[in-house]
């Protein structure tokens, strides 16, 4: 049985700020929406926690790093991200802490979104689907990073370097949450959003032997439908919002 209808995404907002702990996290799911919001005149800037490197079994960190930011990059211009940024934190082993909360929310500062997005917080992706330690990590410090922006006494050593505090964020969406309560119909951007997900191929060809395109494909799809019966029977991309 479905649960509760999702509520529509709010729309009064310009600029987004999306930060996850890795390449890729953001091309399973979150691109379509973004792309969509594009459509509509509004601005995304994408910040990654790690370079992924060691998110390939079989390449080495430091021939894999360099490599994902670099797919991650055409991944971003694919719909329509024009800015990327990498935060330099080791990949796999990441902890929640003031450390990746002062650097989450100097990015907060540095961009002054309204709209904040990040990737599920919660242990699981539902069910038994145990969710990972940096998911988890990145998930909680984001939410906490959006109010250490605004307050001037945590972290001031961010204005002393020029980033002063930005109160102004209104929602943090998550995306790949169990408990979703909003959507957005972003169908529109589901093609741009399969050709993002596929410039991570080097990752892809690695996880699967399917043909990277269908893979892609049939994974956003079957994600997009999965959201329509809460949706009015719109295929979209679902977030758990909160509100500030």
């Not at 079989?58 to 800015?83: F, K």
């Not at 741009?192 to 892809?204: D, E, F, G, P």
Request: hydrophobic share 40%; proline share 6%; with cysteine.
């Amino acid at each position: 049985m479905p649960g509760p209808q999702l509520q529509e995404m709010p729309t009064d907002w310009r600029r987004a700020l999306a930060v996850v702990a890795h390449p890729d996290d953001l091309e399973y799911g979150a691109a379509a929406a973004v792309a969509t919001w594009l459509d509509g005149g509004r601005e995304c800037v994408y910040t990654l926690v790690t370079s992924g490197e060691a998110g390939i079994d079989t390449m080495s960190p430091a021939e894999a790093g360099p490599l994902r930011e670099r797919e991650q990059r055409e991944s971003a211009a694919a719909v329509g991200v024009r800015t990327v940024e990498f935060l330099g934190h080791l990949d796999g082993v990441l902890e929640y802490g003031t450390a990746l909360r002062r650097d989450i929310a100097a990015a907060v500062r540095r961009h002054r979104p309204e709209l904040v997005i990040t990737l599920n917080h919660h242990d699981t992706w539902g069910g038994v689907a145990w969710n990972t330690p940096d998911h988890r990590a990145v998930g909680r410090a984001a939410l906490d990073a959006v109010a250490d922006a605004g307050n001037r006494w945590i972290f001031p050593e961010l204005a002393e370097q020029g980033l002063q505090p930005w109160n102004g964020v209104r929602y943090v969406a998550v995306a790949g949450s169990p408990q979703p309560t909003h959507a957005v119909d972003a169908r529109a951007g589901l093609d741009r959003a399969v050709a993002s997900l596929l410039c991570h191929r080097t990752y892809i060809e690695a996880l699967t032997d399917e043909e990277p395109e269908r893979y892609c494909r049939t994974f956003l799809e079957g994600n997009m439908a999965a959201v329509a019966d809460r949706f009015g029977g719109r295929p979209g991309v679902a977030f758990e919002l909160f509100t500030r």
